[in-house]
């Protein structure tokens, strides 16, 4: 367990909240777990009927936390709990609602494209700088935003790392609504608790109707291989040391 995660059930809902503000809620492996359990237990517990996602403080997530994958790029632990949630999110049957404020950065972009229901701050900003990284995007987002959004929107996110504001991911399809930051929270509840009083099997099915999850499972296994031998590149590498070292990374003389 960790204390940065906070796993809460009221009125079928469960909620599970991101709260390490001081890191901008950056999500290292025990994060990941703990949302990986929250929602296995999702699955498994008939009372739980909707998961709502949500983060403290003034940003949603950083994404991953880049010292994990400064040590994987290291050659030593991968971000095996990162993929484990991206796993459960691929499969989940029950429906995902996100309160989404500031700072939504990889995992906190990508994940919304497994969520049912998404309600956005007005100082959302969503970002998918997987190339900045010198890594590949993951979550099945490498099929899924493109679908979105359209291919060079979804190409100018991951490659330039250009962020989406709220109302153009409104715009976009990729959230259901834009509300001032104090009614984020209680707007993404109402929500959740309009999902949790309809018949839970006939959500389900049309869910997985919605969804093709044998073709988002083989995406995430074709991006997780990819990003696996990127992690240990050089050009990694260099992104993760410059983030450590608040400077820009220098990949001029790097040839891939
Ligand atoms: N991993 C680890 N720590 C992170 C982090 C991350 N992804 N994102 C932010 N932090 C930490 C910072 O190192 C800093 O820690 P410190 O106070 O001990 O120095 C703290 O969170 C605050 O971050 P800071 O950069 O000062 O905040 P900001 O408001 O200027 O910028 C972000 C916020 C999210 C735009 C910026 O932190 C950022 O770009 N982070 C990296 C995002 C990223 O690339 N994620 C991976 C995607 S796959």
Known sequence: MTEHVRREL???IMTLTIARPDKKNALNEAMYAALSDGLELAERDPAVRVVLF?????SFTAGNDLAVFR???NGQDGPDEAFRFIGNLGRATKPLVAAVQGNAVGIGTTMLLHCDLV???ADAKL??????????PEAASTWLLPARIGHVRAYAMFALGEPLDAA???TCGLANAVVPRAELHAKARSAAEALAKRPAGSLSHTKSLMRETERIASQISRERALFGER????????AFAAFAERRPPDFSKLSG
């Open 71 to 73: 040590t994987a790029s």
């Open 127 to 136: 970002m998918a700088p997987f190339v900045n990284l010198a890594l590949v």
């Open 168 to 170: 153009s991911a409104l």
């Open 54 to 58: 949500q983060g403290e403080g003034d």
């Open 10 to 12: 009221t009125g079928g």
């Open 231 to 238: 992690l240990q590149s050089a050009e990694a590498h260099e």
């Open 119 to 121: 309600f956005l701050a």
